[in-house]
């Protein structure tokens, strides 16, 4: 399968050595001043630190200097290494709203103001999780938003071609000044959380619109992963054309390091440098690249204490069978990564089945633009601790990027606040379960009741409304002959039965499995949407 995206160079020698002539020709530098002792961005001013967590603090001081951290009556000590990097590990501390002072002190002190202690959400995906609230049309939301109990931490955005120490960011409170920046789907989660639960909420922003999650994910996993291996041979492929063709322009880069060198010692211009081979499959420097994310925007993160993650990505990935198969692989992959980078094996993982776009088609047999994809995001709730908040039915026919991003973080929360707070409560639309078939009646089964399935009616952000006696839409039913007729549906207790004259023995039903399945009506009482689906594998 030809990958539909580019991907990032490994450290090869070549590489490193094409970089060390380039900077070898860089005037010299006059030797760094002292740094007075740093603390990462992540626990700066307005922090929001992870509860019942031992908490890892880190910074940055001269090296062989002694730095002590206190914080919530708790302390440590350590001396910086021979890079100036510096780590310690609190122990864990209960939530508290309660402003305090994280002091670090060496042979400076600095001190980092109003931290508070709870739960720290990482999101991340690409430009729908990255939206903002000031974009979202809804003035009303960002007047009314004044949550001192609520944080937020962009990381600047890096595309790194090797793993990072350290990135850009810093903390902001929830106000009217601020929160136009927020993430609006972080936003909207972290309200509903911080609503039912009391406890401060930080919402740690890492996401890029436009990235695939191959950028998301590190390089020995992406290579390593044994369902992956077509793609992995692809990229291995390149590499080593990459390697080579580096290599070849070696010669030239020493020529143009050592005429460098004379140029500078004579007062001349430099020399343009000379051109150097693009990144695999052809990508300039400019394009997202596979891994480059995590090397820039996940790495630097680590090993910093969090509660959990919430994703929305996917419009980059949804490509053809073969391409949604191997998301599942690959998300589970990423899943299992962030469990191990952030030290919590049961790390909760709550992701968004993507919106409706585009203009609907009226072809029951659906399939075209993101259908198949919705439903490998479905399967991907086989991967323990994760769970999904479809948004089907909040889309925009017109624009890739809806508006209503409150629906989509309220939904979130309800899956974090079931499956991580034990809240109770219905985290899901229904799912379905299985198929039976009796006659010529296909009966579906579902698992996510929420007090029963209904016709609803969602409009705007206001509240799903059930449609007493209404019909169901964009059920489809086929037999063995995969000719696929609109079904006729309707609610028989906690099922859906679906039958069509022209066909008296069905095999196969499809709900919502298409681009945009404009009309799709089934809820639950509890106002959730039901997942688009397909029983059949054709």
Known sequence: MPPSFPVAPRPLRACGLLVAALLAAAPLAAPPARAAVTLAPFFGDHAVLQRDRPLPVWGRARPGERVAVRFGGAAAETVADADGAWSVELPALPASSEPRDLVVAGDDTVVARDVVVGDVWLASGQSNMDWSLGGCDAPEEVAAAEHPGIRHFRVTMHFAAAPQRECGGAWQRCTPEHAPGFSAVGYAFARRVHRDTGVPVGILLSSVGGTNIECWMRQETLLGTPELE?????????????????????????????????????????????????????????????????????????????????????????????????????????????????????????????????????????????????DAQRLCLAIPGTGMASAIDVGDAGDIHPRNKFDVGERLALAALAGTYGRGGESSGPLFRRLVVAGNVARVEFDHLGGGLMVGRKEGRAPVAEVPGGTLARFAIAGADRRWQWADARIVGDAVECTHPSVPEPVAVRYAYSMNPAGANLYNRAGLPASPFRSDDW
């Open 230 to 374: 077509p793609f992995a041979a692809l990229m291995r492929a390149s590499l080593e054309t990459h390697d080579r063709e580096l290599r070849a322009a070696l010669p030239a880069v020493e020529a143009w390091t050592r005429a460098a060198r004379e140029a500078e010692g004579a007062g001349r211009p430099v020399p343009l440098p000379p051109a150097i081979p693009p990144f695999p499959f052809g990508e300039q420097g400019h394009r997202p690249r596979c891994v480059t994310l995590h090397n820039g925007m996940i790495e630097p993160l680590l090993p910093l204490a969090i509660r959990g993650a919430i994703w929305y990505q996917g419009e980059s990935n949804a490509g053809g069978p073969v391409e949604c198969a191997q998301y599942v692989a690959k998300k589970r992959a990423l899943v299992a990564d962030w469990r191990r980078f952030f030290r919590d094996p049961e790390l909760p993982f709550y992701y968004v089945q993507l919106a409706a776009w585009l203009a609907p088609t009226d072809d029951p047999a659906g399939g075209d633009g993101w259908a198949a994809f919705r």
